[in-house]
């Protein structure tokens, strides 16, 4: 625990993630914000933008973009920059899984960092 985490202003950065293909992104900030849910739907689509934990994205990688043939970009997002949080919901009934959704388009400054992700995303 750092040194600072017992006074009043420390307040730990949360991070969620989400995949985008480098066109969305691209456009994005063109524009100031990032509008695609997920993979062929965008926020008016689907009514939120999906996203994930540190643990998730990995498994949402392999399983809903396995046969995209370019890189994907994995948007790190500061929840602390967001102007509302992300709703927690169950994404996988059958398992109780939870995922963070957001309810409005996601700014580009509450995006701390893009890593590029290059194909094969199955693996």
Request: aromatic share 8%.
């Amino acid at each position: 625990m750092p040194p600072f985490a017992g006074h009043a202003a420390y307040a730990p950065r949360m991070t969620i993630y989400h995949l985008a293909e480098p066109e969305h992104w691209g456009q994005a900030q063109r524009t100031g914000s990032y509008t695609q849910s997920t993979r062929g739907r965008t926020l008016a689509d689907e009514g939120f933008i999906h996203c994930s934990s540190a643990e998730q994205w990995p498994v949402v990688r392999r399983s809903f973009y396995r046969d995209v043939t370019g890189p994907l970009l994995l948007l790190e997002i500061d929840e602390s920059r967001l102007p509302e949080p992300p709703v927690v919901e169950v994404g996988n009934p059958a398992t109780g899984e939870t995922f963070p959704h957001l309810y409005r388009a996601l700014p580009v400054d509450a995006v701390a960092g893009v890593t590029e992700l290059p194909a094969p995303h199955g693996g």
